[in-house]
């Protein structure tokens, strides 16, 4: 709409006939050129996630409610900043489904977002509350954790009339007091968020939050089961058993907590579990926990299980099995991953084969 200040020129002169000169508001040049690049630099902003609350990222499922790790055992931990090494020229979030009705979301990521350095403050706050002690410096009887944060993005497909899917990937290189040999410790996760029609940003940058938290959870949980030790809090028999009182939409910290501990008495009772529970959402649960307790006795009886299970199942077992026994996770998704029908299998599976 044209501005009350941008009058159109009245003058009875006109230009001659043959004339290519056009009548225009003085000013009119300088003041489209200064609109367009308005218009630019807002189309630019709204394709970039330029904030990500960490606070945004908890609900019921993963906040913790105790102390599951006995973190007196053990010498306190210092968690180093962590170095950002992914590519941050890619989109942070991207599209999974290009298609009509499942097209999927893409955003950059601003320069004034530090994922790196948002990871390091979670996991600075998380790893207290799952009951390890966090020096705020480096010394004597203190053990040093650092991290690279080689990877990281959103992958994402819309729900015809239903909700917006986040399928996560991060890969973090771990080093101990530094002498010790480096690790790689990787992630993936589903989220979904139901959208109101204004814009997918906002459950965009949730999702990224709830990613982080979660990160620090399972790889806090995997680090401690890997280099540090300390003993679980958890009764393991008791914190299952109250599964069968449960809602089952309450069962996802529950089986949190068990993979946090990393008691191995869980595996048995967990891989019985995946027999009975009726859900794939359930199913995703358990099997992402015991992705975390890191068990190879269930190698096996995930791989047998690959076939029949439902595609987000599928999906947990390859993160399952890429954090267990990376050898077998990309025999899995050379012969079957690559191929399958779902597009975030196919994905995870060319995720672990690129870095296999």
Not at 120 to 129: Q, Y
Not at 149 to 160: A, N
Not at 256 to 284: C, Q, Y
Not at 345 to 353: E, G, N, P
Request: charged share 25%.
């Amino acid at each position: 709409m044209m501005q009350g200040s941008e009058v159109l020129n009245c003058s009875s002169r006109r230009p001659a006939i043959g004339s290519t000169a056009t009548t225009r508001p003085p000013g009119g040049r300088a003041t489209a050129f200064a609109v367009l690049l308005v218009l630019i630099a807002s189309a630019l902003g709204a394709r970039e996630i330029k904030q990500v609350r960490i606070e945004l990222g908890f609900n019921e499922h993963n906040t913790l409610r105790a102390r599951l790790l006995d973190g007196a055992a053990i010498d306190s931990v210092y968690v180093a900043p962590i170095e950002s090494t992914f590519d941050k020229s890619q989109d942070i979030v991207r599209r999974l489904s290009t298609g009509a009705f499942t097209r999927g979301v893409k955003y950059e990521l601003s320069p004034a977002v530090d994922l790196a350095a948002l990871l390091t403050e979670t996991f600075r706050s998380e790893l207290p509350k799952m009951g390890l002690v966090v020096a705020d410096r480096p010394g004597e009887g203190v053990t040093t954790l650092q991290a690279s944060l080689d990877d990281i993005y959103l992958e994402t497909k819309q729900i015809p009339y239903g909700p917006v899917l986040f399928y996560g990937h991060l890969l973090l290189t771990v080093t101990i007091d530094e002498e010790a040999e480096p690790y790689t410790v990787g992630a993936h996760n589903l989220y979904q968020r139901y959208n109101a029609g204004f814009g997918r940003r906002d459950e965009a940058e949730e999702a990224l939050a709830r990613f982080l938290i979660d990160t620090a959870h399972e790889a806090g949980a995997i680090i401690n089961r890997r280099s540090l030790g300390a003993p679980s809090l958890v009764d393991v028999a008791a914190k299952l058993g109250s599964l069968g009182t449960r809602k089952l939409e309450d069962q996802e910290i529950v089986l949190r907590e068990v993979a946090i501990a990393g008691d191995d008495a869980a595996v048995t009772p967990l891989l019985g579990m995946l027999e009975t529970l009726k859900h794939e959402h359930d199913r995703s649960n358990v099997i992402n926990a015991l992705a975390v307790l890191g068990s190879d006795e269930v190698v096996e009886p995930l791989l047998a299980r690959f076939d029949g299970e439902d595609e987000d199942c599928r999906l947990y077992i390859l993160r399952a099995l890429s954090e267990i026994d990376p050898e077998q996770a990309s025999k899995l998704a050379q012969s079957k991953g690559v191929n399958d029908k779902d597009k975030a299998v196919r994905s995870l599976s060319q995720w672990i084969l690129d870095r296999s």
